[in-house]
């Protein structure tokens, strides 16, 4: 059985007041053992968030592909660990996007991560384009194959699919959708790990909010959630974890 994870991603917002936010996510985590939360932080927050909420698992947005070295404004995975970070996300389609990240550039980053001890959350997830040209599946494992660090291995890596046009947007997938392409993911990390691919975590991330997790996280092969705007708060973000650990007594009875 895989546990459920639900990962917050902070984006570009939130400051040093923001952090009381974590108080209580840290508490829920604590109260709902069954489902594992982490909480992605700007680079400037995560040593104060570590410090302030030990218990909780503070990530990155994102790392360097190299451990050190001449890369203005950069910063590596052994930097984020120092900070405090316990694990990062590589290859959110905003990076992907915005600074022309491409697959191989994610694999490395992954790697990068995994030689300094991180966890990480790789990301995936198909255009409104792509999908209207019916290619969605296609393109979606195509980023797997692609961007799967060597040794990928279950206790370290999930992989989050985001439909890009579902980031926020409020429009999400039908969870048929969701739970075809999550079935195609795991199809293609078999395919590329084998029998280690039935305990990788394959989160679903888009417009997850309170009302629509319980639907979201109960689709087939779904094993958590990756939140942007709704992990802002606690108010908004403990509802999704609250779903998650009700999902998971459902299932264990
Ligand atoms: P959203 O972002 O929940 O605000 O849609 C999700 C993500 O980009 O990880």
Redesign the pocket.
Known sequence: MRRKLVAG?W?MNGSRASLVELDDIAAAAVRLPQVDVGIALPATLIALAAERVPALPIGAEDVHTNDQGAHTGEISASMMRDAGARFTIVG???RRADQHEHDLQVKQKAEAAHRQGLGVIL?VGETLAERDAGRAEQVVTGQVAESLPDGAASDWLSI?Y?PVW????GRTPTTANVAAMHGAVRAELRRKIGADAEQMRVLY????TAANAAELLSAGDVDGA??????LTAEKFIPIVEAGAAIDRAISG
Not at 166 to 169: E, P
Not at 226 to 231: D, N
């Open positions: 991603n984006k959110h389609s905003e990301c989050a985001e579902a980031i926020g947007t991330g888009g417009s997850v990756l939140v942007g705007g709704a992990s």
